[in-house]
């Protein structure tokens, strides 16, 4: 096998942009691996790329053998783009191969609906230990606005009181219903119970029980919905003076009455249920059934607005403002052949990493990405086809 400085660990939409934004700054990222549960997805994207690209079939949930392939290649950082569920079986093995980490979603377990960091973060005194970095969230929710906010902290307030992150996708996929990253995934994140943080509390709510209008610029005014999004976690406790923060996403009526009625007849449950002797996990089956997110982005029309809204206080002024990105599904498909919720992913997975190999971000331990100088990431968004905007509101 080729030697390989980098190693994308996930053949899916997401690991399509990242692996064709990587391959185009060969400087960067050197002899590039991707490696994945399924060799034919590895093989339609190393065909459609137009530079170098190794490809290789892995079970990521078999750390020893990532470690063989981490070892075998000589690569210096992971980019996992899997699923949650495989998170700690790539940490482990980048520990047991001396490979730096990196990810866009936290550690879910598969049996149950439940994402928090605690899992990863106790991975902080191992990943000191063998001077590694392991960096957390480096999609767009998480991972941009968590930098949007460092930014903001940085240059724009003293003081930072309340943050909304909102999310918006306007766009159409001519799909009566399809999600636009992992099924799974996201079903398993949206009927989950709403939660924010305010006051030094976390305050929990029926899943989408409270909604408001929301001002996205660029595309108008749009519902969004309260949502429990694992940034609330690790902002809460990395931006100071911080009084609440709060996570809502904008829904579609169709994909909400799809949704309804999908979960009104079992088909969102994720225990075992008996199928003619055989046990089978509903939302598993869900998934066969449902459009491939990487397959959604030819026809897909419209766009994205994702970014945050700040009120705090700059030399004793009240101020309230947005730095946001918009981002148009067919741009990314002319770049990519991908929508805009993969590209929005994918590009800051290779931004991240970026920053790492070039060592404007270093540290050893564990870290969420707003704990580094949001500074080089925020040019490279520009760079890389993510452009941000400030607006005073
Ligand atoms: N932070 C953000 O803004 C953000 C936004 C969207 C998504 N995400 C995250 O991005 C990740 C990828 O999402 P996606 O939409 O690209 O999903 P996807 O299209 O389903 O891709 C996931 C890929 O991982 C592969 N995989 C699954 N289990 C594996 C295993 N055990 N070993 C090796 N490979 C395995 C899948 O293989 P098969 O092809 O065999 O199924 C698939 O190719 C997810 O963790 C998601 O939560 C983050």
């Known amino acids: ?19 064709k934004k990587c391959v185009r700054l060969p400087d960067v990222f050197g002899n590039i691996h991707l490696a994945s549960r399924t060799l034919s997805k ?12 190794d490809v290789s079939q892995i079970d990521a949930d078999d750390s020893k053998a990532v470690t063989r392939l981490i070892s075998d290649l000589g690569a210096e950082i992971v980019i996992n783009l899997a699923l949650p569920y495989q998170d700690l079986s790539i940490m482990d093995a980048c520990l047991d191969a001396g ?58 307030f003293d003081e930072i009181h309340h943050i909304d992150i909102v999310d918006c996708n306007d766009g159409d996929h001519g799909h009566a219903f399809a999600t636009n990253f992992n ?22 709510c029926d899943p989408l029980s409270i909604s408001k209008l929301i001002d996205f610029p660029e595309v108008g005014q749009r519902k969004g919905y309260l949502m429990y999004h694992e940034e609330l976690e690790s902002l809460s406790k990395n931006i100071r003076g911080l009084k609440s923060i709060r996570f809502w996403m904008t829904f579609s009526d169709n994909y909400l009455t799809h949704l309804n009625v999908l979960e009104n007849i079992g088909m969102t449950r994720i225990d075992p249920v008996n199928h ?59 770049d990519v052949q991908s929508q805009a919720i993969s590209y929005t992913t994918g590009v800051p997975a290779m931004i991240g990493a970026k920053q790492l190999i070039e060592g404007q971000w270093k540290g050893k331990g564990v870290f969420n990405i707003e704990e580094f100088d949001p500074d080089p990431f925020m040019a490279d968004l520009r760079l890389y086809g993510l452009p941000w905007e400030v607006v005073n509101l």
């Open 99 to 156: 490979a730096h980490y990196i990810d866009t979603a936290n550690y879910e377990p598969k049996d149950e609906a439940k994402f928090c960091y605690k899992w990863q973060w106790d991975y902080q005194e191992k990943f000191k230990n063998a001077g590694l970095t392991a960096l957390l969230g480096s999609g767009f929710d998480p991972g941009v606005t968590n930098v949007f906010c460092a930014y903001a902290q940085k240059h724009l």
């Open 42 to 53: 590895c093989k339609d994207i190393q065909s459609s790329i137009d530079g170098p690209l």
């Open 183 to 204: 099924p799974e995934i996201n079903i398993r994140e949206v009927t989950q119970r709403g939660k924010y943080w305010e006051n030094g509390k976390w305050i929990e």
């Open 276 to 334: 003619q002797g055989t046990p089978i996990i509903p939302l598993e089956f869900l998934k066969t059934l449902l459009p491939d997110p990487s397959s959604l982005g030819r026809d897909y029309q419209g766009k994205t607005c994702i970014g945050c809204i700040f009120e705090g206080v700059k030399e004793t002024q009240v101020k309230r403002l947005m730095i946001y990105n918009v981002c148009k599904h067919q741009d990314c498909y002319s």
């Open 1 to 19: 096998m080729k030697k390989a400085k980098t190693l994308i660990i996930g053949a899916g939409a997401a690991g399509n942009v990242c692996a």
